[in-house]
């Protein structure tokens, strides 16, 4: 049986064999949930147009809401992988992709380290870690676990919003931008985190209760 794989005591800084082993299914759940995809009936606006400055807004409504679970195995890797094996597993995960294999959303390959979204794909190695930190800090309830996965969301768009902020000028791509990257996936993501917290309450009661 897999140790757990909550933080301990080392002579050395570097992972332990258990973390790098949650570090790898961590990293197999994150490919995972971002090759998932779920659609909701509700028709909400994804795309806004910019006019002039300040923006004329004129919304577009898609026929349905469809987001990857990919911000789910993120934070989920935090909930069951621990700090350092949620962080392995992002790290790996973002490896792989700027390596040219299609892990992310779009694809894969270096050009993601020009795209405006690199800064939320950097931010899942906090996040995870974040998460992680917190979930193995006592015998976290489901609501614990709720409050690490929102947390957890929350330090992957401040991340993501960074990123936005150091490669777009102030002005209306920026704000067309943080809509696209930030506002229009919030609903999908808080829903992920909510996700993230029943999986990882379920899988921890049936192997460390």
């Known amino acids: 049986m897999i140790g757990l794989p909550c933080a301990r005591r080392r002579s050395l800084p570097l992972p332990t064999i258990v973390e790098m082993i949650w570090g790898c299914i961590g990293f197999g759940l994150t490919v995972t949930g971002t090759l998932m995809q779920i659609s909701l009936p509700d028709r909400l606006p994804q795309s806004i147009t910019f006019g002039t400055w300040p923006p004329v807004m004129a919304w577009s409504f898609e026929p349905g809401y469809t987001f990857s679970l990919q911000v789910a195995a993120v934070l989920l890797c935090g909930c069951i992988c621990g700090p350092i094996g949620g962080g392995l597993a992002q790290i790996a995960?973002?490896?792989?992709?700027?390596?040219?294999?299609?892990?992310?959303?779009?694809?894969?390959?270096?050009?993601?380290?020009?795209?405006?979204?690199?800064?939320?794909?950097?931010?899942?190695?906090?996040?995870?870690?974040?998460?992680?930190?917190?979930?193995?800090?006592?015998?976290a309830s489901l609501l614990y676990l709720t409050l690490c996965t929102l947390g957890g969301l929350l330090v992957l768009h401040l991340g993501g919003l960074l990123g936005l902020l150091i490669k777009i000028p102030f002005g209306a791509e920026l704000w067309e931008a943080i809509l696209k990257f930030s506002?229009?996936?919030?609903?999908?993501?808080?829903?992920?985190?909510?996700?993230?917290?029943?999986?990882?309450?379920?899988?921890?009661?049936?192997?460390w209760s």
């Open 93 to 139: 995960y973002l490896s792989v992709g700027l390596a040219g294999f299609a892990v992310f959303v779009g694809g894969g390959g270096i050009d993601y380290l020009t795209h405006p979204q690199i800064g939320y794909l950097i931010a899942c190695i906090p996040a995870a870690m974040c998460v992680g930190h917190f979930a193995f800090r006592k015998n």
């Open 183 to 207: 506002v229009f996936p919030l609903p999908g993501q808080i829903l992920s985190a909510f996700i993230a917290a029943g999986c990882g309450w379920v899988v921890r009661r049936l192997l």
